[in-house]
C-alpha cells in the first residue's frame, strides 16, 4: 500500500506542472471506518458476533466433553482393564479430532461469512466513492488506510460523507 501512494505522490510530483493549470482536487476516504460505522456494516458486525457466538457455544460444549473425557480416564485408570483403558483413550481421541475438526470448520464458516458480508458493502462503497468523485469533479481520492495519509485537512476526509451516501441509499433500497 506504501507503494501505491508513494507511486501518487511521484505522479503528483511529475506532472504537477500539468495539473497547475486545471484545479487539483484530492480527497480521502477511510475505508475501514466506512465499512464499519455505516448501517449496513454495524448490521453485518452484529450477524457475524452472532454467528460467532453459536460456533463458541458448540466449540466450549466439545472442549468440556474432552476435559470430562481426560479426567475419568485419570481417575479410572489404575482400575480399569487394558482393552476398556485402551478404547477409553481411542474415543478421547476420537473426541479431540471432532474438537480440532469443529474450531476449523467454523473459523472458515466465520471467514467466508465476513468476506460475503462485507465484500458486498464495500463493492457499494466503492461506487459511492466513484460516483462523489465524479460528481465533485475530484482529480484523486485516496484511501486512508492504517495511517497512511500523516496530514491532511479535515475538510478533504470524505469518510462521513461516504458513510452518510451509503446509509441513505440503503435507506432507499428498502422502500
Known sequence: MRKIAWFVVIILLVTGTSFAADTLKVGFVDLVKALNESEAGKKAKADLEFLIKSKQVSIDEKGKAIEKGKNDLEKQASVLSQDARKSKEEELERLIREYQRLVSDSQGEVKKKESELTGEILKDIRAIIQKIGQDEAYTLILENAEG????????????????????????????
Do not use: R
Request: proline share 0%; no cysteine.
Open 148 to 175: 497512511q495519509i500523516l496530514y491532511s485537512k479535515k475538510d478533504i476526509d470524505l469518510t462521513d460523507a461516504v458513510i452518510k451516501k451509503h446509509n441513505e441509499t440503503k435507506v432507499k433500497a428498502k422502500k
